[in-house]
């Protein structure tokens, strides 16, 4: 295994941040199969979207999977896929759920503690659910030891409710929406409760972790505590997006703040609804570990990855995932004000008025940095460097500082140096390399694309 800093999500408007990412721990997700029957499927990795196949998906052979209605539990048979588990004949069930005991895990510096996966999917009747049914379907009991109840909020927004072993549950919640390529963190009351942005319909992934603190016996060997980590994955029906705090959502919008913003948004290079999409050839490398092969983003933003290395792959994927959706555009709708009236040598400052207390810096039509928080931790992104091209600019080096919220200590600083090709009027990503130093070490990547085609 690839030993690395975790990072926080980070998915700037400003279309800045691409930090290298390894797998560290795994998780049992479970989603939809293609097939019409119900089919349902079974994955091992940290992130919805990393994905292990044999010999990792192999530990979590012994997972049970069973259908619920809310009157019966029938437990599916198990067949193996390429980087999954299928399960079938659950067809009109309005939700899967899987349970697996792992065992005892012992690591430095935690006293040996029992390790349990669950994992729930919401499904329906298949399509996209409204808020009030995910609320309804994450009632149905499912014996569980861990659970959470939701229940739709005003403005958009999600409150939920954890339970362990049918107490309140003091628990981490981490969450990704529609688009996003990594979980937000946050954490619960100690009634177990937390309330949340949504943003917008689609897929939403949640990963919920709670510990018991009571000695555990298991197959002979004995753990101090048992760690309970629930996935949870729905498919949202289009609907109100969250609204900022009721505090932002009273300052009106500043006309001379709006228009800074919305101009430094149109002088960025994107590629917009004409892209014909690449494929290159692909050199990457993480510590010193390299892997060869080739990376395609096809005209819809998707990205291919052929490396031959999965762990390398999902070491990547996040990062390259969000340097993509940052090119594509969009037309934010921005709700600004001035933060004050200073002047800096980055540029005044701006609040975006949003629910994460986002406010970047102006100058010359360029976002020089942007502050956020993103759960327990803030960060800021100053930018380096841009590159002035015929269609906008493009960021070249950057540096993003991580803060603990509650005592605002150092975690770590990441700086990333990007260079881009053209084909043409098309750009495309050529090298990026970054340094992030944190206090397990330092970090360093560098991906390489080579002798780049159009798609179209």
């Known amino acids: 295994m690839i030993q690395s800093k975790r990072f926080l999500p980070a998915l700037l408007a400003a279309g800045l941040l691409f930090l290298p990412s390894a797998v560290r721990a795994h998780f049992v997700w479970l989603e939809p199969g293609p097939a019409p029957d119900g089919e349902a499927r079974l994955y091992f990795g940290e992130y919805p979207a990393l994905r292990e196949g044999a010999p990792l998906l192999e530990k979590v052979q012994r997972t049970r999977v069973y259908a619920l209605d809310g009157k019966t539990r029938r437990e599916l048979k198990q067949a193996r896929g390429g980087d999954h588990y299928r399960y079938e004949g659950g067809a009109n069930a309005p939700m899967v759920i899987a349970h697996l005991d792992y065992g005892i895990l012992e690591r430095e510096g935690t006293p040996p503690f029992f390790l349990r996966y669950e994992a729930q999917l919401l499904r329906g009747d298949g399509k996209p659910l409204p808020l009030a049914q995910v609320a309804r379907l994450s009632a149905l009991r499912t014996e569980l030891p861990l659970a959470v109840a939701f229940k739709p909020l005003e403005g958009g927004r999600l409150g939920l409710e954890v339970t362990l072993e049918g107490k309140a549950a003091q628990a981490e919640v981490a969450h990704a929406g529609p688009g996003e390529t990594e979980l937000r963190k946050e954490k619960t009351d100690p009634r177990g409760r937390l309330e949340l942005p949504l943003s917008g319909g689609g897929w939403h992934h949640f990963r919920i972790s709670a510990e018991d603190g009571k000695p555990v016996t298991f197959e002979g060997k004995e753990g101090k505590f048992t760690r309970t980590y629930l996935s949870l994955t729905f498919n949202l029906q289009e609907g109100p997006k969250a609204t900022a705090p009721a505090a932002a959502r009273t300052a009106a919008p500043d006309p001379d703040a709006v228009k800074a913003l919305s101009d430094a948004h149109e002088a960025r290079a994107n590629w917009g609804a004409a892209f014909p999409g690449f494929t290159a050839d692909a050199v990457y490398s993480l510590n010193g570990r390299e892997t060869r092969g080739k990376i395609t983003v096809d005209p819809a933003f998707k ?154």
């Open 303 to 456: 990205i291919t990855y052929d490396l031959g290395d999965r762990e390398l792959e999902n070491a990547i994927r996040p990062s390259f995932t969000s340097l993509v959706m940052h090119r594509q555009g969009g037309n934010p709708r921005y709700q600004a004000t001035w933060r004050d009236a200073a002047t800096h040598p980055l540029g005044r400052a701006i609040n975006l008025n949003d629910e994460y207390g986002s406010w970047y810096r102006v100058r010359d039509r360029q976002i020089l940095q942007v502050n956020r928080t993103m759960g327990s931790q803030r960060f800021i992104n100053n930018v380096l460097e841009n590159e002035t091209t015929k269609l906008g600019f493009l960021p070249r080096a950057w540096t993003v500082s991580y803060y603990d919220n509650d005592t605002n200590a150092l975690l770590r600083v990441s700086t990333t140096r990007v260079t881009w090709a053209w084909l043409g009027d098309v750009f495309v990503p050529a090298t990026v390399e970054t340094v992030n130093a944190h206090g397990e070490g330092t970090d360093v990547s560098r991906l390489v694309l080579s002798n780049p085609r159009l798609l179209k």
